[in-house]
């Protein structure tokens, strides 16, 4: 459900229809105070063993006297505070209940869009470098001080030989001092440059924004992979050139157009190819199987309900249930409890009422494969 305390005090008191057409990937918008800092915490020790995982995706970021290095992770020991560094953690909600939490809060936007929440702890004097993103992203201070310098510049080339992506030429436009609780929405390809005032970090929540090149390749690799063709190229009437043998015969080129037009693309292959492409876990996550007894197991939610595992990603369209880069066909009684699952990210005891047998086979057997768990007032969403 969505959180709407949350999302008043987030946006400034702004509706979140007026901010999707003011602001969403038009302008950057700032507010003070947008959160209570007791939304955004997480110990500086809690960042750092995650960083030491290696099933969490971390870099560091170092700037000594202009050179600047990235390292990647698992990190069992950090610099020295006094050197200029910062540690950027990706996808924390899918590690910490605390984050996945602050993260459920953001379903006022499509979570087929929503990627991440990256969290990026600095030492004073620590930064990435004047960049921008591809994507649209909220910036939440959550301890210390960060100085962000932004810029609608259009000049966006990069400096060559660098292991990061650092704009050439950045001419700040405006700045902004973020304290704890602040927040700093910015539009896709804005420059900016983040510098920590004081040891501090920030929770950045990211959105996903395919490259045409990246949505286009994957659709026909997926798409070929269901491809059922007959038959072989063969020459009806032969007319070839014995003067010229090189050249590729017409005839050969009229029948791969030919084949080509008459095998195109549907929008039922789009839609499942984006609902299970959207969904796709990260390759580096994994989930932990459960074993119960179906009747068990029925008792059980109906007692609790049923959550998404923080790690799940459901989304729908049409007759189309998606969960985990799977795709599932559901009759129109099925879709309503599906349709709050994927909204809510969880069932109440009494939505689950609206599984039928089929449904509820189908949910023990994502509940084994760790796709979801049972929904108590502790666990989280």
């Known amino acids: ?7 008043h005090r987030l946006l400034g008191g ?24 007791k939304d955004l915490q997480l110990t500086r020790d809690e960042l750092f063993d995650l960083a030491s995982s290696s099933e969490v995706e971390s870099r560091l970021v170092q700037n000594s006297r202009g050179r600047w290095q990235l390292s990647h992770g698992p990190f069992q020991q950090l610099p020295a505070a006094k050197k200029d560094w910062t540690l950027l953690v990706q996808g924390v909600n899918w590690h910490h209940d605390g984050a996945h939490a602050l993260l459920q809060k953001f379903r006022f936007l499509p979570q087929a869009r929503l990627d991440d929440l990256m969290i990026s702890y600095a030492v004073a004097g620590g930064g990435v470098g004047a960049h921008f993103d591809s994507y649209d992203v909220f910036l939440l201070q959550a301890q210390g001080r960060r100085r962000w310098r932004i810029s609608a510049q259009s000049d966006l080339s990069l400096k060559a030989d660098l292991p990061l992506k650092i704009l050439d030429c950045f001419t700040p436009e405006q700045e902004f001092i973020c304290e704890p609780g602040d927040l700093l929405y910015l539009p896709p390809r804005y420059a900016h440059e983040g510098v920590a005032l004081d040891p501090c970090m920030t929770f950045s929540v990211g959105f996903r924004a395919p ?3 990246e949505w286009v390749t994957e659709f026909y690799l997926k798409w070929s992979e269901h ?23 017409i005839q050969m080129l009229s029948a ?4 080509i037009q008459k095998k195109r693309p549907e929008k039922k292959d789009l839609t499942l190819f984006l609902g299970e492409y959207l969904s796709e876990p990260k390759p580096h996550l994994s989930f932990k199987a459960q074993s119960i007894r179906p009747d068990a197991f029925v008792r059980r939610l109906k007692r609790s309900g049923l959550a998404l595992n923080k790690r799940s ?24 409890p599906l349709h709050l699952l994927a909204n809510q990210g969880y069932l109440t005891p009494q939505q689950c009422q609206l599984l039928n047998n089929s449904l509820l086979e189908q949910c023990h057997v994502w509940f084994q494969n760790g796709w979801l768990h049972l929904h108590t007032k502790t666990s989280p969403c």
């Not at 702004?14 to 209570?36: C, G």
């Not at 990603?313 to 309503?336: I, Q």
């Open 227 to 249: 491809l059922d063709l007959e038959g072989h190229y063969a020459d009806p009437k032969p007319d070839f050139h014995a003067d010229r043998p090189g050249e590729i015969p």
């Open 313 to 336: 990603l459901m989304l729908y369209h049409g007759s189309y249930v998606f969960l985990n880069g799977e795709s599932f066909m559901c009759s129109p009684l099925e879709r309503k």
């Open 256 to 259: 791969l157009t030919d084949l």
């Open 211 to 213: 490259s045409h090149q």
């Open 1 to 7: 459900m969505i959180d709407n305390s949350f999302l």
């Open 14 to 37: 702004m509706p979140p229809a007026i901010f999707l057409k003011r602001y969403w990937q038009r302008r950057p918008l700032y507010i003070q105070n947008a959160l209570d800092p």
